[in-house]
């Protein structure tokens, strides 16, 4: 049985990278019958009424079968994953089984700075401490976005490198929060396959 999984995120230079990171999750999965539909995916602007009226697409024309949901926590007090999931709830108690969600704190760029060794690759830094300082005094994001204007490249571009060089197994053990997302990322392809 083939499953067909939607994408909503922040952020259009966020696409391909995620992308590209389901893609490597779902080849690590047991199942392997997952494919992304054209539509829809969308943009959401950190409102959850995008996010509710995505779902109803899925749900009512069956165009997607899951939906992975990826947005940035952004420092913000609140935690968005625990509105994502009253929103969801309010809206049908069953969808959450249908829905993974993504929250990385603060930013999805956090992850794709744990592998420093292909960090320090791929921008030909001189040293691991340069790249220890520029993350001490910057967010991931902004890190990021220094070393992809040096280098003269598209930020969504560098993002989407990054997740292909990336070692998942060194992220995993370097950032428990992205140890947890992967582990929960395959039961859910797991769960969902069958």
């Known amino acids: 049985m083939e499953v067909k999984y939607g994408i ?4 259009s230079q966020d ?3 995620l ?14 019958n997952f494919s992304k539909i054209l539509d829809p995916t969308i943009s959401a602007t950190d409102t959850y009424k995008t996010v509710l009226t995505q779902i109803n697409i899925m749900t009512e024309t069956r165009q997607a079968d899951v939906l992975f949901i990826f947005a940035d926590q952004d420092n913000k007090n ?3 994953r625990s509105c994502y999931v009253r929103k969801l709830n309010d809206k049908d108690s069953n969808l959450m089984e249908k829905v993974f969600l993504a929250i990385p704190n603060p930013h999805f760029e956090k992850w794709l ?15 691991t401490d340069e790249l220890s300082t520029l993350k001490q005094q910057r967010s991931p994001k902004e890190c ?7 280098k003269q490249e598209y930020f969504g571009d560098t993002k ?5 060089l990336m070692d998942l197994d060194l992220i995993e053990r370097t950032d428990r929060e992205f140890k947890h997302f992967r582990k929960d990322f395959k039961s859910f392809c797991n769960r969902n396959s069958n």
Do not use: M, W
């Open 15 to 17: 696409l391909p990278a």
């Open 19 to 32: 992308e590209a990171l389901i893609e490597r999750l779902i080849n690590e999965c047991e199942c392997c």
């Open 113 to 127: 700075l744990c592998d420093e060794p292909s960090v320090v690759d791929y921008f030909s830094i001189h040293n």
């Open 78 to 80: 609140e935690k968005k």
């Open 8 to 11: 909503v995120f922040e952020g």
């Open 160 to 164: 989407t490198n990054l997740v292909n």
């Open 144 to 150: 990021l976005q220094h070393y992809s204007s040096l």
